[in-house]
């Protein structure tokens, strides 16, 4: 059931309507808040749209980032688990027909 959450950012309301839980939404909001906060670093105001869209960048960047270690964990197990079928199959004697 879609519940609704209503949050601000860089003074700007927003109401998001989820099937998510709103604690997930919240932790989803409070991540978004301390992107900002880093890009908004320094004494000067910056436009708010430049730093979403900066902040949008570090996080998509991140996204990025874990995707390929992801991929490179998945193929890493791949090349163990050939490695023991390997082993497994030069250890093992073929099953008599």
């Known amino acids: 059931m879609a519940s609704s959450l209503v ?31 880093e890009v908004q670093k320094g004494p000067t105001p910056q436009d708010p749209l430049k730093v979403s869209i900066l902040a949008a960048l570090t996080i998509v960047d991140e996204l990025f980032q874990a995707r390929e270690g992801l991929a490179a964990q998945e193929a890493d197990l791949a090349r163990a688990i050939q490695k023991l079928i390997e082993r497994l199959q030069s250890t093992v004697p073929p099953a008599l027909g």
């Open 7 to 37: 949050f601000e950012i860089l003074g700007q309301r927003y109401t998001i309507r989820s099937d998510a839980s709103p604690e997930y939404i919240r932790e989803l909001v409070a991540y978004m808040e301390a992107k900002v906060s």
